[in-house]
């Protein structure tokens, strides 16, 4: 076998890095807004963002996309928009097996916190397993796991009744 110079060995390697890198295994999420019409938002389309968290006690770092970018994707009013009745909206994430929790929209909000709630697609480093992924919501404040919802498929944004 021939072997090339470093420059073309180098170039070889980086094509093979990139051939082997893992593809998201979820790229996208059902967001319904709040007209009722549902959209599949392409995650790696988004801001990533890094949350370093207690998991259980355990030191855990999450890298995904921020639920507030995803649900800005599809029209729904944050910042300055985010006053009066409009504070009364809830999000709400399903997982594969049912579970459903509800996030008030004003807990995703940069204006009123700095806690960045993740659609996390990687745990230290690796793809969730799959009991857990391909994604999972982070509430890194939250100090019990509850609402941290495992293999979400399916946001909705209500207003109450
Ligand atoms: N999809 C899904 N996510 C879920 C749950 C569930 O039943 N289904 N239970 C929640 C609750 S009540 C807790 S305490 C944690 C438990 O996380 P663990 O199963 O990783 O310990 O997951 C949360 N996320
Ligand atoms: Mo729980």
């Given at each position: 076998m021939r072997v090339g110079n470093p420059v073309q060995w180098l170039a070889a390697a980086a094509l093979c890095t990139l051939i082997a890198r893992p593809a998201l295994a979820q790229r996208t999420i059902t967001v319904t807004g709040l007209g009722g019409e549902s959209q599949a938002v392409v995650l790696d389309t988004l801001p990533r963002h890094t949350v370093v968290t207690s998991d259980r006690g355990l030191r855990t770092t999450f890298v995904g996309v921020a639920l507030r970018d995803?649900?800005?994707?599809?029209?729904?009013?944050?910042?300055?928009?985010?006053?009066?009745?409009?504070?009364?909206?809830?999000i709400i994430a399903s997982a594969a097996d049912g579970y459903q929790v509800t996030y008030a929209i004003a807990e995703v909000d940069a204006a009123f916190t700095d806690q960045i709630i993740l659609v996390a697609d990687t745990r230290d480093g690796h793809p969730l397993l799959a009991d857990t992924g391909p994604l999972?919501?982070?509430?890194?404040?939250?100090?019990r796991p509850a609402r941290w919802v495992r293999q979400v498929t399916r946001l909705e944004v209500r207003d109450v009744p």
């Amino acid at each position: 076998m021939r072997v090339g110079n470093p420059v073309q060995w180098l170039a070889a390697a980086a094509l093979c890095t990139l051939i082997a890198r893992p593809a998201l295994a979820q790229r996208t999420i059902t967001v319904t807004g709040l007209g009722g019409e549902s959209q599949a938002v392409v995650l790696d389309t988004l801001p990533r963002h890094t949350v370093v968290t207690s998991d259980r006690g355990l030191r855990t770092t999450f890298v995904g996309v921020a639920l507030r970018d995803v649900l800005a994707r599809v029209g729904v009013p944050l910042g300055e928009a985010l006053r009066g009745k409009a504070l009364s909206r809830v999000i709400i994430a399903s997982a594969a097996d049912g579970y459903q929790v509800t996030y008030a929209i004003a807990e995703v909000d940069a204006a009123f916190t700095d806690q960045i709630i993740l659609v996390a697609d990687t745990r230290d480093g690796h793809p969730l397993l799959a009991d857990t992924g391909p994604l999972q919501i982070v509430v890194p404040l939250d100090k019990r796991p509850a609402r941290w919802v495992r293999q979400v498929t399916r946001l909705e944004v209500r207003d109450v009744p």
